[in-house]
Nanobody, 125 residues
Framework: QVQLVESGGGLVQPGGSLRLSCAASGFTLDDYAIGWFRQAPGKEREGVSYISSSDGSPGYTDSVKGRFTISRDNAKNTVYLQMNSLKPEDTAVYYC??????????????????WGQGTQVTVSS
């Protein structure tokens, strides 16, 4: 059974850090491109970051560049999203997703085949 499970969310003060994990079961993550998306209350889901399957090259949306880092540990079948210098506007449910084909539009939800259930990130003092 193919499954993605996110973890690592929580409540953090502005300026703090969190590391989200996306663990895969039922398939090998390094065969897939992985994306992180987020959805804040009342807003559409948006792409945050992705890492390609071919060479592991990362990409970030402008609002998180320099603050977030995506990485993968193939031995653990897990992808991480290190989030530093968190801001209240980063508050959202964060989802990871896996794409089995080449990403043409990495921040488009339709590119992805499998989704996790999400983990809540709240940035507040």
């Amino acid at each position: 059974q193919v499954q993605l499970v996110e973890s690592g969310g929580g409540l953090v003060q502005p300026g703090g850090s969190l590391r989200l994990s996306c663990a895969a079961s039922g398939f090998t993550l390094d065969d897939y491109a992985i994306g992180w998306f987020r959805q804040a209350p009342g807003k559409e889901r948006e792409g945050v970051s992705y890492i390609s399957s071919s060479d592991g090259s990362p990409g970030y949306t402008d609002s998180v560049k320099g603050r977030f880092t995506i990485s993968r540990d193939n031995a653990k079948n897990t992808v991480y999203l290190q989030m530093n210098s968190l801001k209240p506007e980063d508050t959202a449910v964060y989802y990871c997703a896996a794409a089995g084909s080449w990403l043409v539009a990495p921040f488009e939800m339709g590119e992805y085949d499998y989704w996790g259930q999400g983990t809540q990130v709240t940035v507040s003092s």
